[in-house]
T-cell receptor, first 112, second 113 residues
């Protein structure tokens, strides 16, 4: 079973609308990373969260990590075609910077 | 910034042959690198952790003898897919751990015909 679950699996949003992607684990997340990927290409780092309750923003993207450090959300405001792609959350689940495990991914499509 | 160079970006090989993929850290030393595999419309699945100067640690279900990993220097890790078969066709991507995060290569698309 996947240790990190993302929802939704796919999302079709009209340009200009807001959207939220969730990343959930039954275990404590030590370091939560959000990446964007165009299929078949490398990963683009978006944000990293470590502390419970932490929130970071960059341009129109905001990521939050809940107080229990088991759930993170990525929110995009006023979506644009450039936001289309696959969004992946990754986390060090076991602690101690051991390895990065990825969520199931969310495929985002922006329609004009 | 820290860059990880991965080569080749695309490779097509015949069934039964071996293919080597290289991952180099260009401006930093990477004692630990990771190899992932991504099938179409799926997420990245960790295959193994590569440690400089020691044996790689493989995830459950990954065949050690099929996916040979060598991390002989602080800047280079290689993944060799031995006796490749069409089911090994996938997108392979490496990552290097840094002090405050991870840097990823651009990936290698392997097609076995």
């Amino acid at each position: 079973s996947q240790e990190l679950e993302q929802s939704p699996q796919s999302l079709i949003v009209q340009e200009g609308k807001n959207l939220t992607i969730n990343c959930t684990s039954s275990k404590t997340l030590y370091g939560l990373y959000w990446y964007k990927q165009k299929y078949g290409e490398g990963l683009i780092f978006l944000m990293m969260l470590q502390k419970g309750g932490e929130e970071k923003s960059h341009e129109k993207i905001t990521a939050k990590l809940d107080e229990k450090k088991q759930q993170s959300s990525l929110h995009i405001t006023a979506s644009q075609p450039s936001h289309a792609g696959i969004y992946l959350c990754g986390a060090d689940i076991k602690g101690g910077n051991e390895k990065l495990t990825f969520g199931t991914g969310t495929r985002l499509t922006i329609i004009p | 910034g820290a860059v990880v160079s991965q080569h080749p970006s695309r490779v097509i090989c015949k069934s039964g042959t071996s293919v080597k993929i290289e991952c180099r850290s260009l401006d930093f030393q990477a004692t630990t690198m990771f190899w992932y595999r991504q099938f179409p419309k799926q997420s990245l699945m960790l295959m193994a952790t590569s440690n400089e100067g020691s044996k790689a640690t493989y995830e459950q279900g990954v065949e050690k003898d099929k996916f040979l990993i060598n991390h002989a220097s602080l800047t280079l890790s290689t993944l060799t897919v031995t006796s490749a078969h069409p089911e090994d066709s996938s997108f392979y991507i490496c990552s290097a751990r840094r002090m405050h995060g991870y840097t990823f290569g651009s990936g290698t698309r392997l097609t076995v015909v």
